[in-house]
């Protein structure tokens, strides 16, 4: 019953290796969300695609990025990864942007060697 | 842009206690209010959401109710039970960057001990 969907569920990586996390939505919705959150913190939005348009936070490091390559998928790249990324990441969708209700996956844990 | 407070930070009840926690936001323009539920290891669940045309809102043992003049709403969840222990996140939507995005609070942890 899944609708969003988050691959790997723990992920380990070694400091500055390249790492990607995936996330895959039944829902057809039209926006997917990436977000961050470290331990005992509010989740933080790092970006979102509003179907393939594309919208970064103004305070997300340029290390982070991502891609939709269709409806269902969106990936998040970090390009090298330092100690202070480690943390648990988000996806979430929504059906279209605005104040909707979004529904979230249950995250990547990432950790860094 | 939007800021949204949340308090208090810890909650303990007994189990069949009521549970109270509160939220404050600044931007007056804001009209959604989603409440969300994480349990340990889980992303948040939405759990309750309330418009800023109606006051309240009731689903079985939990109730949502907004003050938009004060700006602030609340979550209550009566008759607690163990499985209510989680984090809550309060939040709202606001505008920055020339888009339309949620604001959480910063969360409540809810213990509820039998």
């Known amino acids: 019953d899944a609708m969003v969907i988050q691959n790997p569920r723990y992920q380990v990586t070694q400091f500055g290796k390249p790492v990607t996390l995936s996330c895959s939505q039944t829902?057809?919705?039209?926006?997917m969300y990436w977000y961050q959150q470290k331990s005992s913190q509010a989740p933080k939005l790092l970006f979102h695609y509003y179907d393939k348009d594309f919208n970064n936070e103004a305070d997300t490091p340029d290390n982070f990025q991502s891609r939709r390559p269709n409806t269902s998928f969106c990936f998040l790249d970090i390009r090298s990864p330092g100690l202070g990324d480690a943390a648990m990441y988000l996806c979430?969708?929504?059906?279209?942007?605005?104040?909707?209700?979004?529904?979230f996956g249950d995250g990547t844990r990432l950790s860094i060697l | 842009g939007e800021n949204v407070e949340q308090h208090p930070s810890t909650l303990s009840v007994q189990e069949g206690d009521s549970a109270v926690i509160k939220c404050t936001y600044s931007d007056s323009a804001s009209n959604y209010f989603p409440w969300y539920k994480q349990e340990l290891g889980k992303g948040p669940q939405l759990i309750i959401d309330?418009?800023?045309?109606?006051g309240e809102k009731k689903d079985q043992r939990i109730a949502v109710t907004l003050n938009k003049t004060a700006k602030h709403f609340s979550l209550h969840i009566t008759e607690t039970q163990p499985e209510d222990s989680a984090v809550y996140f309060c939040?709202?939507?606001?505008?920055?960057?020339?888009?339309?995005?949620?604001?959480f609070g910063a969360g409540t942890r809810l213990a509820v001990h039998p």
């Open positions: 829902l057809n919705h039209n926006v």
């Open positions: 979430a969708t929504s059906r279209v942007p605005g104040p909707q209700p979004q529904h």
């Open positions: 309330i418009r800023s045309n109606v």
């Open positions: 939040a709202a939507n606001g505008f920055s960057g020339g888009y339309n995005k949620l604001i």
